[in-house]
């Protein structure tokens, strides 16, 4: 059973930083992206970072500069640090991985998510 594991989220003033973990476990991460959504109250799911498996990066245009999103040596762990957050970060962020379609199937995983929260 593939499971994707959340820690770190939590409440943060703007301007201050917080690190989401995630841990995958139940198949071979290597050759999933990984990486991390977020959805905020009445609005969809976004994608905020993505480290691929080929080892390249993407961040969406409003985190870029701030937020840096990494894969651990065995490949099964995605973290995201967040820096210089704003209030219009507060959302859920989900932990995802992405194995692409195989022979028809989409090998797509989701965690439970994580709430942040950015406020003084």
């Known amino acids: 059973q593939v499971q994707l594991a959340e820690s770190g989220g939590g409440l943060v003033q703007p301007g201050g930083s917080l690190t989401l973990s995630c841990v995958g476990s139940?198949?071979?991460?290597?050759?999933?992206?990984m990486g991390w959504y977020r959805q905020a109250p009445g609005k969809q799911r976004e994608l905020v970072a993505v480290?691929?498996?080929?080892?390249?990066?993407n961040y969406a245009d409003s985190v870029k500069g701030r937020f840096t999103v990494s894969r651990g040596k065995g490949k099964n762990t995605v973290d995201l640090q967040m820096n210089s957050l704003k209030p219009e970060d507060t959302a859920v962020y989900y932990c995802?991985?992405?194995?692409?379609?195989?022979?028809?199937?989409?090998?797509?995983?989701w965690g439970q998510g994580t709430q942040v929260t950015v406020s003084s």
């Open positions: 139940g198949t071979f991460f290597s050759v999933f992206d």
């Open positions: 480290s691929t498996s080929g080892g390249s990066t």
């Open positions: 995802n991985a992405d194995g692409g379609v195989v022979l028809g199937k989409h090998y797509n995983y």
